[in-house]
């Protein structure tokens, strides 16, 4: 992944995003283009209104009424055209970026997820990106505006009186210094104000989302300190940026009000002044101080480009990571689902240690295994390399004897369906969440068949929408046995050869759980499963038994095999046994 070197090199990145619309774009220039130059038609016209002053015919006050009307008309036109049309081109961008950044996480391995909290990516695809709406939107509009205001009084005035304005312009590179050092410094602030409002979504999220434990195990005061100190942090960072504006400002105000100041006091020489008249001087120093509120406008815009960019930083960064490698093109419309673990290591990135170690295993299609072991013995990680939500780092895995590396990424997690413990589900109607993501074409008939059959129907068929209840942000309104068993429905409705049940009936009471393992008893015959239990109950009718420890599978055998063998599986049976006792 590589960083952008330079500010410019991601603001013409940022540019390319204007590129479908410039059109629009073209339209804001011509405002600006208009705005700027009846600005500087109203210091020039001022050579007029003296002449009008001092000669008051019909005819003057005429064209001097008209005059006054005709400029604020076409400033009104200016703004209308640069402010419309810019925004229409911003809000696209800002349409067009985030859809970017969002197609990119949908992407992203599952390490990235790993690393970067979920709090955090969403104030990426909120208020990062929002601040990168400024640098488009206000900074553009406003740099064009006033930019042409100033070349354009500055025109007029190097037209009236070349001398003069080099008088004038002799406070610009000083300005130049004070605008370099408040940019770096804006550049600076703006990287940590959106690492702190990153800080804040992660902190709020995670209060609101378990609120029940915050509540529960009396966390309200930590949870109050914890966000009170990252809404400071982001406070502290706001303010520096507020007090860096805020001297920039009135500094390079000062410094035009000096030149202004050294300016009349030239004019007022009669070797510098020449042949102008009082007309033309009330033009000249009109065009000078009406370039003080532009000359300011263009400088102060430096912070909101400033933190466009450091957010465009952020944003790209997230874009420029590496995809999940998909460079598989096997694409069976069905597999029969045999599996082979072939000398398969794993360990996570920036780990010195194996998780997985020498795997060797080979599983035959319509085969039921089961893995059981103690917590952190490598049981999830070991099914997780299966849909390669994880690249194994050692040896191969194969299914029907070709590589998961062979199948395209959408192929292979086609021909499985996987029920974790920590069922997932969305907020949306019991049906579109079992009928979920490619499954969305399957009728009401098929969704009530899987939810049957998964034994869900009997709560299902008590609410008061049915099938299309709202069930709240991730099932919130069900209890954990009801969301289990609409994950399982999820899978028997994806009817996949290969079948991943990590922990399924981990959330159920002993009632639903002979319910759900008859219904997995179903839905296991014909299908490749591999099934993680805790409770060893639930698979002693498993095919073979995988007993793993430390990484590596150190039993395999049948339930009675096993026990027979008074080895590991053994000691496990007799703790659980006894507990139950």
Request: hydrophobic share 45%.
């Amino acid at each position: 992944m590589t960083r952008p070197a330079t500010g410019w090199e991601t603001y013409k990145r940022l540019l390319a995003y204007v590129k479908p619309f410039w059109l629009a774009f073209v339209f804001a220039v011509i405002g600006n283009v208009i705005y700027a130059g009846a600005s500087t038609g109203m210091a020039a016209a001022m050579e007029y209104v003296i002449a009008a002053i001092e000669n008051p015919t019909d005819e003057n006050r005429v064209m001097l009424t008209g005059l006054i009307v005709g400029v604020f008309a076409m400033r009104g036109l200016g703004t209308f055209f640069s402010q419309y049309f810019i925004s229409y081109v911003g809000r696209n961008v800002i349409n067009a970026l985030r859809n970017d950044v969002f197609d990119r996480l949908m992407k992203l391995p599952s390490r990235y997820f790993d690393d970067n909290a979920s709090g955090r990516l969403v104030s990426k695809l909120t208020y990062n990106v929002e601040q990168v709406a400024e640098a488009t939107t206000n900074a553009v509009t406003i740099t064009l505006r006033e930019g042409l205001t100033i070349l354009g009084l500055l025109g007029f005035m190097i037209y009236t009186n070349w001398k003069l304005t080099l008088v004038f312009l002799t406070v610009g590179p000083i300005i130049g210094l004070v605008v370099n050092y408040a940019s770096k410094r804006f550049r600076r602030i703006s990287k940590r104000i959106q690492g702190s409002m990153g800080d804040i979504t992660h902190v709020a999220s995670e209060s609101i989302s378990g609120y029940r434990v915050v509540r529960t195990f009396g966390g309200e005061d930590y949870e109050r300190d914890r966000f009170r100190d990252v809404s400071n942090r982001n406070l502290r960072q706001s303010l520096k940026m507020a007090s860096t504006q805020a001297i920039s400002v009135p500094v390079i105000q000062v410094l035009v009000a000096i030149a202004i100041a050294a300016l009349v006091w030239t004019m007022l020489s009669p070797e510098i002044r020449g042949e102008m008249t009082t007309g033309q001087l009330v033009a000249f120093i009109t065009a000078a101080t009406t370039m003080a509120k532009p000359i300011r406008q263009t400088t102060s815009v430096h912070a909101k480009i400033q933190k466009g960019l450091a957010a465009a930083y952020d944003v790209f960064e997230t874009m420029d990571e590496e995809p999940e490698q998909d460079t598989g093109t096997w694409a069976p419309a069905r597999v029969d689902g045999g599996i082979e673990f072939d000398n398969v290591a794993f360990r996570y990135r920036d780990q010195l240690d194996d998780v997985l170690k020498e795997i060797n295993l080979s599983i035959e299609p319509g085969q039921g295994v089961a893995l059981v072991g103690r917590s952190g013995s490598g049981k999830s990680t070991l099914v997780s390399l299966l849909p390669r939500f994880y690249e194994y780092t050692g040896g191969d895995i194969r299914i029907d004897g070709h590589s998961l590396k062979d199948f395209s990424l959408r192929a292979l997690r086609a021909q499985i369906a996987l029920v974790n413990q920590n069922v997932v589900l969305f907020n949306d109607t019991v049906a579109a969440n079992i009928a979920y993501g490619a499954l969305r074409d399957c009728t009401r008939e098929e969704i009530r068949e899987a939810a049957e059959k998964a034994h869900a129907l009997e709560f299902i068929d008590r609410m008061p929408e049915g099938m299309d209840t709202l069930i709240g942000d991730n099932g919130v309104m069900l209890s954990g046995g009801q969301r289990q068993r609409l994950a399982i429905a999820r899978a028997i409705l994806k009817d996949a050869p290969i079948l991943i049940l990590d922990e399924a009936t981990s959330a159920l009471d002993t009632e639903s759980e002979r319910h759900i393992q008859e219904a997995l008893d179903t839905v296991m015959e014909g299908r490749t499963t591999l099934v993680i239990a805790h409770r060893l109950s639930t698979i002693e009718k498993a095919d073979r038994i995988l007993v793993m420890d430390n990484g590596q599978i150190v039993e395999s055998g049948s339930h009675e095999d096993l026990l027979a063998a008074g080895g590991a599986y053994a000691q496990l049976h007799q703790v659980q046994f006894s507990e139950q006792a």
